[in-house]
């Protein structure tokens, strides 16, 4: 079985531009969430979809959004780029909405310049 | 009261040795505390998880210690080995949702 897929691996991006990240989780897994890696810092929650609702949401501006499509993938979608933007885009799946384990994929690196 | 803090920012052990990694939390109504491993340019691996109602869990080499009165758990590796020199994360969360990370430990198992 494919674990969690993501796309791009790695994009370049200049200030003020909209970048979109997707996520295919797990088959069968219903649930996805996003997060957001700092280069030395812990994975930060961003947003988690459920049945194509959002279910949660960190502390992240209204420049960031995402969906869930009826096949359970996702995109994460960033509007007017900062440079503090630039991260490592986590995606991760887990089987229901309340299902603890989550599993992750490989990530999106984001530079914005 | 979301925070997870973490400790030691980095690790050295000799091969064999077993390295100890600490967390701490505030919020009492998480009710899952799962360890992850990461490797350079990879998403970080599930290694091992408990709930609060059980103080020790043990998977393999791996084992977590709970104390929930002091609000800390801890990871520790047995007989480590090379292979497992990565970043280690700690991380709790509510009904499986909002994860709050710890700032990551980076393991050194020196051969």
């Known amino acids: 079985d494919a674990g969690v897929t993501q796309s791009p691996t790695h994009l370049i991006k200049t200030r003020g531009q909209h970048v979109t990240l997707r996520c295919s989780p797990i088959?069968?897994?219903?649930?996805v969430s996003w997060y957001q890696q700092v280069l030395g810092q812990g994975p930060q929650f961003i947003f988690q979809?459920?049945?194509?609702?959002?279910?949660g949401r960190g502390n992240f501006p209204d420049r960031f959004s995402a969906r869930q499509f009826p096949n359970y993938s996702s995109e994460l979608n960033v509007n007017a780029l900062l440079l503090g933007d630039s991260a490592l885009y986590l995606c991760?799946?887990?089987?229901?909405?309340?299902?603890?384990?989550?599993?992750f994929g490989p990530g999106t690196r984001l530079t914005v310049t | 009261q979301q925070q997870v803090k973490q400790s030691p920012q980095s690790l050295i052990v000799q091969k064999g040795g077993i390295p100890i990694i600490n967390c701490a939390y505030e919020n009492t109504a998480f009710d899952y505390f799962p360890w992850y491993q990461q490797f350079p340019g990879k998403g970080p691996a599930l290694l091992i998880a408990i709930r609060p109602d059980v103080s020790e869990k043990k998977e393999g080499r791996f084992t977590i210690s709970f104390n929930k009165s002091a609000k800390q758990f801890s990871l520790h590796i047995m007989d480590s080995q090379p292979g497992d020199s990565a970043t280690y994360f700690c991380?709790?969360?509510?009904?499986?949702?909002?994860?709050?990370f710890g700032p990551g430990t980076r393991l050194s198992v020196l051969p």
């Open positions: 991760a799946s887990s089987l229901d909405r309340g299902f603890r384990e989550q599993y």
């Open positions: 088959s069968g897994h219903k649930s």
């Open positions: 991380a709790a969360s509510m009904w499986g949702q909002n994860f709050v």
């Open positions: 979809y459920y049945e194509k609702e959002e279910r």
